[in-house]
Every structure is written in C-alpha cells, then in structure tokens.
C-alpha cells in the first residue's frame, strides 16, 4: 500500500536523515603555508616522499586533500589520520580503479598523526590545477526523492517534488558519509560509501561525473558514474 498522505510522506523522508560532512570549495587563491584541506594546489606528504605518477610516467592532478582534524569524530578510514590525499589521472576514463601508492592511475596516501609532513615538490603541467581552499560542515543528508517513487503515491510524490520549500535534500558535492548522490544507479543506502568527490572547480569525470570511494586501511576503491 502506497503512503497517500503528504505530510506522513515528509515524515519518512525526515526519518531517514543521516550526518554528512560536505565541503565547501573556495574560490582560487594563493596556497597558505599551514596545512589545510584543498583541492588542487600543493599537496603535503613525507619528508622524501615524491609526487605520485601514473604507470607511464604522467603527474597525477591534486584531486582532494582531507585534513581530518578539521572534522570532529570522523570515522571509518578516517578515523585516527591526519590526513588524507587522493589523486587522479586525467586521462584515466575507467568506470573502477584500486588505489596504489605510485605507479598508478588512482593514488590515495594516508598519514597518522604521529607523522612529520611537509609540503611535496609539485610536477610542471598540473599548473590549471589552483589551490582552493575546502571547508567542512557537519549537515542533515537524506535521500535522493528519487528513493520513494515506488512507495508514495503518484501524487503524494509529484507535490514533494514540487515542494521548493522541502528541505531534507540530498546533498550533492564533496561530502564525508551521508547518502550518495544517485546518477544511473538506484539509491545506496549510507556506509555503502566512505565518500564522494562530486567535480570539483579544476575536474569533471566524463560529463558531471562523481566518484564514490570507499577504503579500508590503506586500500582504497573508487567507483565512477557520469551522466
């Protein structure tokens, strides 16, 4: 039986919250020399440590650094890092990739926070990639409406759509937990994924292209879907 009330329609949706961490991706700007999140710019790691490369060479883009203190009580693979860097290859267009260390199309290297880290020598050809500073908000994230169609009536479903003043949303863009944002799949339930990198102001995959990325220890999966 199909839920033919709006009001008790909201109600479900309303119960379905969940917290998320979303980013807020500033405006190009001039690197500060103190850690911070960022896409783009210079990307911190080891002392020694060099600029990871895909398996023929090519510098991979600065595509997300998460600076974990900025965050209170994160978890799952961020739980106990200081810091997170995930980079990727341009020209890498596969649906899937498995993190490396180097050598690889998807890099994404983890420090503790015991660890002495400095600022790493940035490769030429990566200059369109400008530091933008990334802030975090802890946010309500719901699910995509898209989730009910089946289970409210059809105009029960068609006034929530309407509804510009509804406000459990799912929340698009760069985000920590929450409910991934739906492309072509159905919607995933939270935990499915770690995070999403929605595109960002110095990448798209594919045409408006997000990536859902999950890790466990060091290793990391990223799955791709575009429009």
């Not at 965050?71 to 993190?99: R, T």
């Not at 660890?115 to 530091?131: D, S, T, V």
């Amino acid at each position: 039986m199909k839920i033919s009330h709006v009001e008790v329609a909201k109600a479900v949706i309303a119960h379905e919250g969940v917290d998320c961490f979303l980013a807020k991706e500033g405006t190009a700007s001039k690197q500060p020399g103190t850690l911070v999140s960022c896409t783009g710019g210079v990307f911190w790691g080891k002392p020694g440590e060099t600029w990871p490369r895909s398996a023929d060479g090519r510098p991979l883009f600065p595509w997300l650094q998460i600076v974990c203190s900025e965050m209170k009580n994160l978890y799952g693979p961020f739980y106990g890092k200081a810091l997170v860097c995930f980079y990727f290859d341009e020209k890498c267009y596969d649906a899937e990739a498995v993190s490396q260390h180097d050598g690889n199309e998807f890099v994404v290297r983890t420090y503790g926070v015991d660890e002495k880290l400095k600022p790493l020598k940035r490769p030429a050809g990566l200059e369109r990639h400008k530091f933008h500073r990334v802030t975090w908000k802890k946010q309500q994230d719901h699910p995509a409406i898209s989730k009910y169609h089946g289970l409210f009536d059809d105009a029960v479903y068609s006034a929530i759509c309407a509804d510009k003043r509804f406000k459990f949303e799912n929340r698009s863009g760069i985000k920590i937990g929450g409910w991934p944002t739906p492309i072509q799949t159905g919607q995933e339930y939270p935990g499915t994924w770690d995070l999403q990198i929605d595109m960002t102001k110095n990448y798209m995959y594919g045409d408006s292209g997000i990536g859902y990325v999950s890790g466990s220890g060091n290793n990391w999966y990223a799955r791709f879907e575009c429009c």
